[in-house]
């Protein structure tokens, strides 16, 4: 079975500290995908990233960057130098492959960790 | 922009009766996904649409309905809200074929109060 796991479920850090949110999953597929979302108090679901299982080059984009390591199953997400902006709560999600011809790819979510970046 | 779209934003219904939610898309995503949030809880997801094809998560209760009578809505019925289905209610489009697994586009939610 998928499991994803966010062991933090609450962080407060002061403006311009850098912070790393953790995601530990679990599957027994050879191919996956995970996925960061954001949610901001408004409650949409915003997408951050894409990283499939056989691509484990770190990536940056601007103050976000993302650290994929199949060897323990962990893809962190670390935000540098945070605002208040980056308030919200985070969800690290699987992707499972479709049940069928018919079906979509079905998302496991963790718990989500709230961020609280004070000024 | 191309979007998905969500209304109400926020639902006020009273016990038993019942109530639709709708989603809309322009993003001519072929599968259509619900899910149901509640406070402090990651997604659930509820079920999918794929194209017409109807896919059930085994736990959702019958008293969820959907339909998609086209690619661009897909509604959400609720036929006899109880207290516990008090929520947030989230539609996600994605475009899916064989083996992809691309990422779900997620509209704006809505609120619903059970009174």
């Known amino acids: 079975a998928q499991k994803v796991t966010q062991a933090q479920t609450e962080i407060s850090v002061v403006e311009k500290e850098d912070v790393t949110l953790d995601c530990v999953y679990e599957?027994?597929?050879?191919?996956?995908?995970l996925f960061w979302y954001k949610q901001p108090p408004s409650g949409e679901l915003v997408f951050l990233i894409r990283?499939?299982?056989?691509?484990?080059q770190n990536e940056i984009s601007g103050r976000y960057s993302w650290n994929f390591q199949k060897s323990t199953s962990s893809f962190n997400f670390t935000i540098t130098a945070s605002q208040v902006v980056d308030s919200a709560v985070y969800f690290c999600?699987?992707?499972?492959?479709?049940?069928?011809?018919?079906?979509?790819?079905?998302?496991?979510f963790g718990g989500g960790t709230r961020l609280m970046v004070k000024p | 922009d191309a979007m998905v779209i969500q209304n109400p934003r926020y639902q006020v219904t009273q016990f038993g009766k019942p109530v639709t939610l709708s989603c809309s898309q322009t993003l001519n995503h072929n599968v259509m996904y619900w899910y149901q949030q509640k406070s402090s809880q990651a997604p659930k997801l509820l079920f999918h649409?794929?194209?017409?094809?109807?896919?059930n998560e085994a736990d959702t209760p019958d008293n969820f309905q959907s339909r998609r009578p086209n690619t661009s809505f897909c509604f959400l019925d609720i036929r006899s809200p109880g207290l516990g289905d008090a929520a947030m209610y989230l539609c996600?489009?994605?475009?899916?074929?064989?083996?992809?697994?691309?990422?779900?586009?997620f509209g704006p939610g809505t609120r619903l109060t059970v009174l």
């Open positions: 996600a489009t994605s475009r899916v074929v064989l083996y992809s697994y691309n990422e779900q586009f």
């Open positions: 999600a699987l992707s499972e492959p479709p049940m069928n011809n018919n079906a979509g790819n079905m998302l496991t």
């Open positions: 599957t027994r597929d050879t191919t996956y995908y």
């Open positions: 990283r499939n299982s056989f691509d484990e």
């Open positions: 649409y794929y194209d017409k094809d109807f896919n």
